[in-house]
C-alpha cells in the first residue's frame, strides 16, 4: 500500500517548486495564486511506494473559491497519511493560520518552513525547535527553490505518516471548547476520534458544506445552534470571528515565542523598488513601457531585435531556401519530377504552410522567454495588483486580471485560471473575456501582417496586446452594467513576493513548454490542416470538369471561401484576398497559427510576382493583397473572435452549461466582427479606401452604442431610478 502525503499551503508559497523538487517532475510554477488550480500526483523520487500531491494554495479551509473547495475535499474526505504542511517563512502570521486547521484534522502534520533563504538574508531569527514544540508538530526548514532540506522534509512526513502521529489541536477559550464537547458528544461520536475535532470547530462556525455533508436532522441542529448561541451571548462575538480571533491570539503569541525579526520596520529593497514600480501614478506608464519592450524586443523590427533577426533568418533564409532546397535535392534523388502532385504537396503545401508558421518560432521564444522573466521576477504580481486599482473602480476586481496575464501564453490555463474568482457572476465574465487576450498563437498572425505591411513595426504587436487588454476592460465595463453581472467585485488578497534574480531554470522550462506546445502543433494540426488545404485548393471544376486547377481562384476551396465571404464583406474583406481571408479565419478555430499556415499555403501557389526588397515571398503576397487598414481588420477579428477549440473546450468545461458556452463564444464573436467592422468603415472613411455606404452608418451606430453601453449609469442606479419613477407613479 501506498503513503499519500498532501502539500499543503497558502497560495504562492513554493508547494509546487517543492513538488517539481521532490517527483523530479516539472510542473508549472506561478508567482500568483491560481497556477495550481487542479491537484495534482507523483511519486516521491527513490521511494516509489510514497505518493506526493500537489494542492491548491488556500488560506483557510472554509472554502470560498473553487480551488479552495479542491484542497478542502482531498484533504478531508480522502485523508491522505500526512500533511506537509509549506509555510512561507516571511510571512508566518498568515501562514500559520492555515496550520491551525490543518492540525484540527486529525491527519498527522509536518510544517515545513519555506523560503529560508529570503529569511535568513533578511536577517531574520526562527527558532524551529520552539516552534516545533509549541506547535505540536514536527517542523523542518527548507528553500525548495535551492533545494535545501527537502528531502528531509519528506521523509520526516513519511516518518509522521508511519507513526500516525496525531498533532495535539490548539484548545480554545472554555466557553467555546465547551460547546464543542456539546457537538462532538450530540452528532459527532460515530466519526473516529480524531475526526470528530474538525468537524465541531466546522460545526460551530456554522459551515453550510459541512452541515449538509453530515445531513444532521433538524432538531440535531437547533440544539447545536442553542449551544453556538450561548456561547456568542457570553462572548459577545460572532461564532465564526471568536474562532478566527482566537487563531490569531495563539499564532501571536508562538510568533512572540519563536521568531525575532531584525528587518522590522526597514524597507527591503523589494519594498523600495514597490514605491515606484506600484506607484500610483507611475504604476500604468511603466506597465505599457515595459510591455512595449517586451514586444519591441521579440517580435518588432528594431535592428537589436534578437527576435526578428532570427526570425528573418528562418523565414528567407531556414525555410525560404535551405529547407525547401533540401527537399528538392531529396525529391529529386527519389526520381519524383517537379510537375509530379507528391511534389507540390511536400513543397508547396507543407513545407509552404509548416514553414510559414515554424518562422516564427525564433519570435515566440524570445517572446516566451522575456514573459516567463518577468512572471519570475515578480513583476506580474505587481501588475494583478495594480490592475486591480483601475478594476476596481469599473466595479471588476484585479483576480479577473490574473487570468488574462496567463492567457498571453495559452488561452488554455488563462481560462482554467478564472477558478480563483469566488463569485460565479465575475468569474463567467472573465471566462468571456479572457480569449481576447494575444495568446502565443495569435502572434504569428501579427508577425506576418507586421513584416508584410508595416515594415516589421514593434507597435502591431504591441497594439495587439493592449487592444486584446482593451477588449477585456471595455467587456468588462460594458457586463457589469447588465443585471446579470452586477454587484460588488470580491476582495483580492495577494501576496506580494519579494523580488528576485529569476531563477534560470524555472525560466527555461516555462519558456520552453510553451515553445514546445507550438512546435508540436505545428507538426500535428498544422501539417494536417495544410496538406487538406492543399488538396482542396488544387482542385476543383474548370469548364465543367474537374481536376487539378492552374489557379487556386477555381479551387473548391476558393468557392467555398468565395461562398461565404460577403458575411466579411462589411470589414473590407473583397477581391482575390476575400476568399482566402475567409479560409484563414475557419482554419484558425482549430488552432490560431492555421491562419498563417493557410495563407502559406494559399499564396504560395499563386505563381510569380515582383518581390518586395528585404520581404519573403508570402509578405510580399500578402502586402499586395491587403492594406494597411483591411489588415487591422482582418488581425483584430482574428484576434478577438472565437477561440481556438481547446479553448472552446475549456470554457466548455469551466462554464459546465451549453448555453454559457455557446453565449461565450457568441459575444466573443460578435465583439470581434463589430471592432473590425468599425476599424475598416471609419477608418476606411478617413483614407478614402472605404465609400460611405449603409455599413458606415452601421459601424456609427456600433460604435455609438458601444459608447453607450460602455458610459450608462450602473444598474443600481438605474434599478433606484425605476423605483422611484414607479413609486411617484402610485
Ligand atoms: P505555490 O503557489 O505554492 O505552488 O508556489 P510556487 O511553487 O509556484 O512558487 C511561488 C514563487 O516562489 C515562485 O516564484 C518560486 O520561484 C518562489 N519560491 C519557491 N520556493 C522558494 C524558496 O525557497 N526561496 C525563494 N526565494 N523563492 C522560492
Ligand atoms: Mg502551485
Avoid at 501506498?2 to 517548486?17: R, V
Avoid at 506608464?285 to 523590427?301: E, Q
Avoid at 512546435?519 to 488538396?535: E, Q, Y
Avoid at 481536376?547 to 468557392?559: K, W
Wanted: some cysteine; overall charge negative.
Amino acid at each position: 500500500m501506498s503513503i499519500k502525503i498532501a502539500l499543503a499551503g497558502n497560495p504562492n508559497t513554493g508547494k509546487t517548486t517543492l513538488f517539481n523538487a521532490l517527483t523530479g517532475t516539472s510542473q508549472y510554477v506561478g508567482n500568483w495564486p491560481g497556477v495550481t488550480v487542479e491537484k495534482k500526483g507523483g511519486t516521491l523520487k527513490g521511494h516509489r511506494d510514497v505518493e506526493i500531491m500537489d494542492l491548491p494554495g488556500v488560506y483557510s479551509l472554509s472554502p470560498y473559491t473553487l480551488e479552495e473547495v479542491v484542497a478542502r475535499n482531498y484533504l478531508v474526505t480522502e485523508r491522505p497519511d500526512a500533511i506537509l504542511n509549506i509555510i512561507d517563512g516571511t510571512n508566518l502570521e498568515r501562514n500559520l493560520y492555515l496550520t491551525t486547521q490543518l492540525m484540527e484534522l486529525g491527519i498527522p502534520v509536518v510544517a515545513a518552513v519555506n523560503m529560508m533563504d529570503v529569511v535568513r538574508k533578511n536577517g531574520d531569527k526562527l527558532d524551529t525547535k520552539k516552534l516545533s514544540d509549541t506547535l505540536g508538530c514536527p517542523v523542518t526548514e527548507i528553500s525548495a527553490i535551492k533545494g535545501e532540506g527537502v528531502m528531509e522534509a519528506a521523509e520526516k512526513a513519511v516518518e509522521a505518516a508511519g507513526k500516525a502521529a496525531v498533532p495535539p489541536p490548539h484548545r480554545f477559550n472554555g466557553t467555546v471548547e465547551h460547546a464543542l464537547a456539546h457537538i462532538e458528544e450530540l452528532v459527532l461520536h460515530n466519526l473516529p476520534e480524531t475526526q470528530q475535532r474538525w468537524y465541531a470547530v466546522k460545526l460551530f462556525e456554522r459551515d453550510e458544506k459541512v452541515i449538509q455533508q453530515l445531513a444532521l436532522a433538524p432538531d440535531k441542529i437547533a440544539h447545536i445552534e442553542g449551544d453556538i448561541k450561548a456561547c456568542e451571548d457570553e462572548l459577545d462575538d460572532d461564532a465564526e470571528s471568536i474562532i478566527t480571533a482566537e487563531r490569531y491570539n495563539w499564532i501571536g503569541s508562538i510568533i512572540g515565542k519563536c521568531c525575532r525579526r531584525r528587518s522590522q520596520g526597514k524597507l527591503t529593497v523589494s519594498d523600495k523598488i514597490d514605491q515606484i514600480v506600484t506607484n500610483r501614478i507611475l504604476a500604468l506608464p511603466i506597465f505599457v513601457i515595459v510591455m512595449g519592450l517586451v514586444y519591441a524586443i521579440s517580435m518588432g523590427g528594431w535592428a537589436i531585435s534578437i527576435g526578428t533577426a532570427a526570425t528573418d533568418w528562418a523565414n528567407d533564409v531556414l525555410f525560404g531556401e535551405w529547407v525547401p532546397g533540401l527537399f528538392d535535392t531529396i525529391l529529386g534523388a527519389a526520381g519524383i519530377a517537379e510537375e509530379s502532385w507528391l511534389y507540390g504537396l511536400i513543397q508547396d503545401g507543407i513545407v509552404a504552410g509548416v514553414g510559414a508558421v515554424l518562422g516564427f518560432v525564433p519570435q515566440m521564444l524570445v517572446l516566451f522567454l522575456l514573459l516567463c522573466i518577468l512572471e519570475d521576477v515578480g513583476y506580474m504580481a505587481r501588475i494583478a495588483f495594480i490592475m486591480d486599482r483601475i478594476f476596481r473602480r469599473f466595479g471588476l476586481s484585479g483576480k479577473s486580471f490574473i487570468p488574462m496575464l496567463v492567457a498571453t501564453g495559452c488561452g488554455v490555463p488563462g481560462i482554467m485560471a478564472s477558478r480563483t474568482i469566488e463569485q460565479d457572476r465575475d468569474r463567467k465574465m472573465t471566462i468571456m473575456t479572457t480569449g481576447f487576450m494575444p495568446c502565443g498563437a495569435k502572434m504569428p498572425i501579427v508577425g506576418l501582417f507586421a513584416g508584410a505591411l508595416f515594415g516589421g513595426s514593434w507597435l502591431v504587436a504591441t497594439s495587439a496586446y493592449f487592444i486584446g487588454i482593451a477588449a477585456v476592460i471595455i467587456s468588462g465595463v460594458m457586463l457589469k452594467k447588465f443585471k446579470m453581472f452586477a454587484g460588488e467585485p470580491a476582495p483580492f488578497v495577494m501576496e506580494l513576493p519579494a523580488y528576485h534574480v529569476p531563477n534560470p531554470s524555472n525560466v527555461l522550462r516555462g519558456t520552453w513548454e510553451r515553445g514546445w506546445s507550438f512546435i508540436k502543433r505545428a507538426g500535428t494540426v498544422i501539417l494536417l490542416s495544410s496538406i487538406v488545404l492543399w488538396f482542396l485548393q488544387g482542385y476543383g471544376f474548370v469548364d465543367g470538369v474537374f481536376g487539378a486547377v492552374e489557379d487556386n481562384n477555381d479551387s473548391i476551396l476558393a468557392a467555398i471561401g468565395n461562398a461565404a465571404a460577403w458575411i466579411f464583406y462589411p470589414l473590407g474583406w473583397k477581391g482575390d484576398m476575400a476568399w482566402k481571408a475567409t479560409v484563414a479565419s475557419v482554419t484558425g478555430l482549430i488552432a490560431k497559427e492555421n491562419v498563417v499556415d493557410t495563407f502559406g499555403v494559399l499564396y504560395h501557389y499563386a505563381g510569380d510576382i515582383d518581390l518586395i526588397e528585404d520581404s519573403t515571398p508570402l509578405w510580399s503576397m500578402v502586402a499586395a493583397d491587403f492594406s494597411a487598414i483591411t489588415a487591422y481588420s482582418f488581425m483584430i477579428f482574428n484576434l478577438l473572435c472565437a477561440p481556438c477549440f481547446a479553448a472552446m473546450g475549456a470554457i466548455k468545461r469551466e462554464m459546465n452549461n451549453t448555453k454559457w458556452t455557446l453565449g461565450a463564444i457568441g459575444y466573443m464573436c460578435g465583439f470581434a466582427y463589430a471592432a473590425a467592422m468599425v476599424v475598416y468603415q471609419i477608418g476606411g472613411l478617413i483614407t478614402g479606401e472605404a465609400a460611405f455606404s449603409v455599413f458606415t452608418v452601421i459601424a456609427f451606430a456600433l460604435l455609438l452604442g458601444l459608447i453607450y453601453l460602455v458610459f450608462r449609469p450602473y444598474r443600481e442606479s438605474t434599478a433606484s431610478r425605476l423605483n422611484e419613477r414607479s413609486v411617484a407613479r402610485a
